[in-house]
């Protein structure tokens, strides 16, 4: 084993299934992350908050990577705008645990806003160092939602106080960097551009046909897939609003496949978001062709995406976005919105396209192009595979944490270090893939 690392992530556990309102794309990052940093020789310990007082103080969950849960408040679930509160009693209990391990953390890799105040509170009293990814950004979710932010406004200081301390910054994309620059003045030379990526062993095609025998799905019928935690920004109404635009304006039809929710058959009830789009399926008269399947878990995923025609995710916003990778590693063409990571990891007229967040009669044009010629989704499946082969496997990216972490404990970030760097543009590369170790 190379050496101990803690990864933090108060509200996003590995354990969690994908699809619920706080279970995402950042419970798959910390999960794929922990894992191929333990595959390249690390001591892996996830740290989140117990939620369940069925499971252990520890689990072994996969080989070289533990599940750490930390009491913080009830042993239940807790939306993640409650938790500012229980952080004090997350970070005393987890100093606990670190200080009964016997092989002591070098690193500590935070991820989200709070998770990096409990990392920072940490390093100021035990002096590991930090390194934090921030999955969303305050700012930029308080200027997208406005009052329906939940989170308290101590959020914004919070966040503030952690870019100052970290060691180093993780943006997932060339967007988020330049809002930790814009909207925090934080420090370019500690941002380090990372994006986020997929398991291949996990996602592949599978022939399409006999995907849908598996669904049930008609093998003839086209199909959209919107996959995806079930909450307003994620713009599944705007998919909803486009399919009625694709009937009235083009005269086609397809099924849409919506995936997730609380539970594993659709309920309105246990998943708010299913009732509101399920009464704009009938506004919009596409109620017929619009399949609510509930969540799935992450095995039967590739099916999914294997068996639909096109993916679509047009959120208000979104860091990242890790579904249309794992679609394009489907080969399924992927249409999103031109925002944060989307448009970084869509090539617009290559793998898919990318619309506005918010412009139905914008998405269903691309949505018509793309049904009626089967020609071109064969060419963007080929390219949208090659693609993500190519740039965003996790092995690649957890080499490339990998080399950030080195380089944090080998003192080339230091504050006098960083700063001669930055009065050499040209040897300055953000991007951790490119970074050249010194010569001793």
Known sequence: MKWRLALISEH??????????????QN???????????????????FTRWDDAN?????????????????????????????????DEFTENAIRFIDRQTDPYKLIHAHFFMSGLVAANIKRSLGIPFVVTF?????????????CDQFPPERFTIE???????DALVAL????????????????????????????????????PLARIVLGLDPAEPVILQLGRMVPRKGVDNVVRALGHLRRAYGMVARLLIVGGESDLPDPDLTPEIGRLQELAKEEGVEQWVTFT??????????????????????????????PLEAMA??????????????????????????????????AAKLAALLYSKKLRLVMSEEAIQHVQDNYTWFEIAHQTANLYELVLSGQLTPAKMQRRTMLPSAIQRDVSAIITPKN
């Open 12 to 25: 996003a556990s590995p354990l969690a299934l994908v699809g619920g309102v706080d279970a995402g794309g």
């Open 28 to 46: 798959i990052a910390v999960a794929e992350l922990a894992y191929h940093l333990a595959k390249l020789g690390y001591g892996v310990d996830v």
């Open 55 to 87: 499971l252990p103080e520890t689990v072994e969950w996969k080989p070289g990577v533990r599940v750490v849960h930390v009491q913080a408040g009830p042993t239940t679930f807790v939306p993640k705008e409650e938790l500012l509160c229980y952080m």
């Open 135 to 147: 999955h969303a950004l305050g700012e930029v979710r308080k200027q997208i939602q406005g009052s």
């Open 160 to 166: 503030q106080r952690v870019i100052c301390e970290a």
């Open 173 to 208: 994309c060339h967007q988020d960097r330049e809002d930790l620059v814009n909207l925090y003045e934080a420090d370019r030379a500690k941002i380090f551009t990372i994006a986020n990526g997929f398991n291949p062993d996990e996602f592949y095609p599978i022939d399409k």
């Open 294 to 323: 509930g969540r799935r878990q992450r095995e039967t995923l590739r099916y999914y995406y294997s068996a639909a025609d096109v993916f679509v995710t047009t959120p208000w916003y979104e860091p990242f976005g890790i579904t």
């Open 330 to 363: 489907c080969g399924t063409p992927v249409v999103g919105s031109a925002v944060g990571g989307i448009k970084q990891t869509v090539l617009d007229g290559e793998t898919g396209f990318l619309v506005p967040a918010n412009d139905p009669q914008a998405l």
